[in-house]
T-cell receptor, first 115, second 114 residues
Framework: GAGVSQTPSNKVTEKGKYVELRCDPISGHTALYWYRQSLGQGPEFLIYFQGTGAADDSGLPNDRFFAVRPEGSVSTLKIQRTERGDSAVYLC?????????????FGPGTRLTVT | AQSVSQHNHHVILSEAASLELGCNYSYGGTVNLFWYVQYPGQHLQLLLKYFSGDPLVKGIKGFEAEFIKSKFSFNLRKPSVQWSDTAEYFCAVRRGSTLGRLYFGRGTQLTVWP
């Protein structure tokens, strides 16, 4: 079956602009995660959805970042007033559920560059 | 401070050499442990995982890892590496008290020369 997909694969935007990054999880996976990976670092957690609700948003760096998952499937990460420090690869992962003996399946990521 | 430590940032080996990549974490209590690999141009994929039971776990492509609770470690091993093992390796921890989120180490780049 299809894995986690993310669009766009690359996004270049100017400082101050608004961007949306999309994640399409594996069908039937109720848990969805967003991570951010900066150069030379491991992925850093941003937010976790269980179904439609954000079960843990403690990783969002500030109120410029927001994510939604209105129908419990596709999720969109939204970044307002982008800054150069937001440049990173944004990873999405999904899992059959949040707890339990399940791994997270990662998508290919969206590389965001803020100029 | 890093909660998951991978002390080797870049490891260079010749084919057939043995590999051990270190991973230490700083959480008490129940943990689930993972090693993920990212081959050049590909996305993160799971090598192996530990949830409970036998602390020696075997994964894909001949990799294994041992959970040593007293040392807060989950080191990755392979007896004989191949050129195709060239990749970046990430250790990740899920704390029992948190629903699902993973804490990653900063990764180890492994380069294997043929």
């Amino acid at each position: 079956g299809a894995g986690v997909s993310q669009t766009p694969s690359n996004k270049v935007t100017e400082k101050g602009k608004y961007v949306e990054l999309r994640c399409d999880p594996i069908s039937g996976h109720t848990a969805l995660y967003w991570y951010r990976q900066s150069l030379g670092q491991g992925p850093e957690f941003l937010i976790y959805f269980q179904g439609t609700g954000a079960a843990d948003d403690s990783g969002l760096p500030n109120d410029r970042f927001f994510a939604v998952r209105p129908e419990g499937s596709v999720s969109t990460l939204k970044i307002q007033r982008t800054e150069r420090g937001d440049s990173a690869v944004y990873l999405c992962a999904s899992s059959p559920q949040g707890g339990g003996p399940y791994e997270q399946y990662f998508g290919p990521g969206t590389r965001l560059t803020v100029t | 401070a890093q909660s998951v430590s991978q002390h080797n940032h870049h490891v260079i080996l010749s084919e057939a050499a043995s590999l051990e990549l270190g991973c230490n974490y700083s959480y008490g209590g129940t943990v689930n442990l993972f090693w993920y690999v990212q081959y050049p141009g590909q996305h993160l994929q799971l090598l192996l995982k530990y949830f409970s039971g036998d602390p020696l776990v075997k994964g894909i492509k001949g990799f294994e890892a041992e959970f040593i609770k007293s040392k807060f470690s989950f080191n990755l091993r392979k007896p004989s590496v191949q050129w195709s093992d060239t990749a970046e390796y990430f250790c990740a921890v899920r704390r029992g008290s948190t629903l699902g989120r993973l804490y990653f180490g900063r990764g180890t780049q492994l380069t294997v020369w043929p």
